[in-house]
């Protein structure tokens, strides 16, 4: 795949939410990191194609939830409870297994912005 692209960004309050969407998924993991300004690209929660599993940052643990829709090759981010400190760009990518490690994936899309005011 040469293109992913990452939608559903915006800005909210502290304790709302806001589902992010990915597309294509296709046969691979799928999963979301993020930026801020000044800050590594941090791995937020990965999706293994073939079984299902998943795996979360801890600082998310609780609060995202990522899911995958084969029918419409689509993988999602549902943030609850935001918080200020999930002001970034998040960035979808896809890769051949479900890890934690940015270079372990292969295809990025260009980012969707979140902001959370408090």
């Known amino acids: 795949q040469v293109q992913l692209v990452e939608s559903g960004g915006g800005l909210v309050q502290a304790g709302d939410s806001l589902r992010l969407s990915c597309a294509p998924s296709?046969?691979?993991?799928m999963g979301w990191f993020r930026q801020a300004p000044g800050k590594d690209l941090e791995f937020v929660a990965t999706?293994?194609?073939?079984?299902?599993?998943?795996y979360y940052a801890e600082i998310v643990k609780g609060r995202f939830t990522i899911s995958r829709d084969d029918a419409t090759n689509t993988v999602y981010l549902q943030m609850n409870s935001l918080k200020p400190e999930d002001t970034a760009v998040y960035y979808c990518?896809?890769?051949?297994?479900?890890?934690?490690?940015?270079?372990?994936?292969?295809?990025w899309g260009q980012g969707t912005q979140v902001t959370v005011s408090s």
């Open positions: 990518a896809n890769g051949r297994t479900a890890t934690m490690s940015s270079s372990d994936y292969v295809y």
């Open positions: 296709g046969r691979y993991a």
């Open positions: 999706i293994s194609w073939s079984s299902g599993a998943t």
